[in-house]
């Protein structure tokens, strides 16, 4: 219990790096969820959930600024800088405390032998450190606020709260195991993006390393929301999530996507959207300048549903401000539902397409594809962004990058693989327009 103690509360001789958890991927069985939503810049470091990685002395190598410039480096030299979850094995997550796996990504594996070769690790039981030494995941336990002040100690990392007072926060509904993985479709882990690294010194943090920014904020910078804003900017551009410029396909294409939910500051947290819930304009403006840096004007874009929500501007205004030929399917929150069709079928280079909304209202086998939206980020398991097995697409803005996605590419992903791909992959989405077919053919029958 020593080496436990003096993770948390400090080494006076020692500099502690903490993980500070940043956006999930998607949603997440248990007591995490109550974090997963929120980036965790704007607050202090102890506000948010965090794991304990190592600690570097300070008698025998460096000072403080020669420890920032090598975790720096090290970032650097590192690939993307993740973590993975996933509720313990035959542990039940409840809604008060919840216990994970965590496992680091490759860029974190990287990241940790850089600081290796670079300078003095101490290696103490209990950090994450040690764990991936032993090629074991470490264990994450997480207590909501309602319950205790801080974490409850186990083998393997920890995570601490302090600062929300009892009673605040959303409830999660306890349920069994297997009512959870049913429901929320969580058989698979959960990555989670490291947006800051915490420096702490005698336990109490003196620094916070920005990753996307690659840039060191002092403890009261690091609460600023203009740095947050300026982080998450950052880091949407470097994912992909941001278009600074028009990616225009020179030939007429036919996109589509769904559920852009513009207005809805509430969809930040509950979708995980790289995005501050005080600013739904900033995802707003991001959403419509992706759509109209994709989409041209003489461009067919299929939107399936749900354009916005809980917004002060009616969706007319929002629609005036997007580009293209726009052939707009009802979504389970859009107003004038009466007005407009259910869905559309779509027959491309002769391989059938079915557009919906809500692909549970799909009641009789179709012998094709079905594209759809609706459940957003929160079933990986049985709605991924490609399931081959299903024949189900789901073009929901956070599975597809937040920008339209071309028939083409959904139709070289059908012909070409047979591999469930839980999310777009972004990096040749341009390489792929740059040849592509002419206009497809057109739609065979409206369903309404």
Known sequence: MRATESLLDGDSSCYRIDLKLGISHSKIPGALERWVGDSGLCRDPDNHPYMVLAEISSCEWGGKQDVMQTIARCVAEAGP????????????????????????????????????????????????????????????????????????????????DEGHPPGTGPKIESRTRSGFYRKDGQDSPVFIEILRIVLRKKGIPIAEYDTSMESWFSSSESTRRKNARQ???????????????????????????????????????????????????????????????????????????????????????????????IFYLEGNHDPFASLMSHCLLMRYRGIPYLFIHNPDELVKPFDGWVIHGHVHNKDLTNYPFFNPHSRTVNVSAEMIGYRPISLPEIHHLVTGTDEVIPFRDLSWVDVLSRDVPPEPERALASVG
């Open 231 to 325: 982080s998450l900017r950052a880091f949407r551009m470097r994912k992909g999530y941001q278009l600074t410029g028009s990616r225009y396909c020179p030939n007429p294409q036919v996109y589509v996507i769904s559920d852009l939910h513009l207005g809805h500051a509430n969809s930040i947290p509950r979708y995980k959207r790289p995005f501050l819930i005080s600013d739904p304009g900033e995802m707003d403006r991001v959403l419509i300048r992706n759509w109209n840096w994709t989409v041209k004007d003489n461009d067919i874009a299929i939107f399936l549903g749900d354009l916005s929500y809980m917004s002060k501007k009616l969706p007319e205004s929002y629609l005036e401000r997007l580009q293209g030929r």
């Open 81 to 160: 800088i993740m973590v993975s979850v996933n509720p313990l094995p035959n542990a039940i997550p409840l809604k008060d405390f919840s216990s994970y796996q965590v496992r680091p990504s490759p860029g974190l594996y990287s990241f940790v032998l850089h600081l290796f070769q670079a300078c003095p690790v101490i290696f103490r039981p209990g950090s994450f450190i040690e764990s991936m030494a032993r090629g074991a995941p470490a264990t994450l336990p997480v207590v909501l606020p309602n319950l205790y002040s801080h974490m409850v100690p186990q083998s393997g990392d920890f995570v601490r």
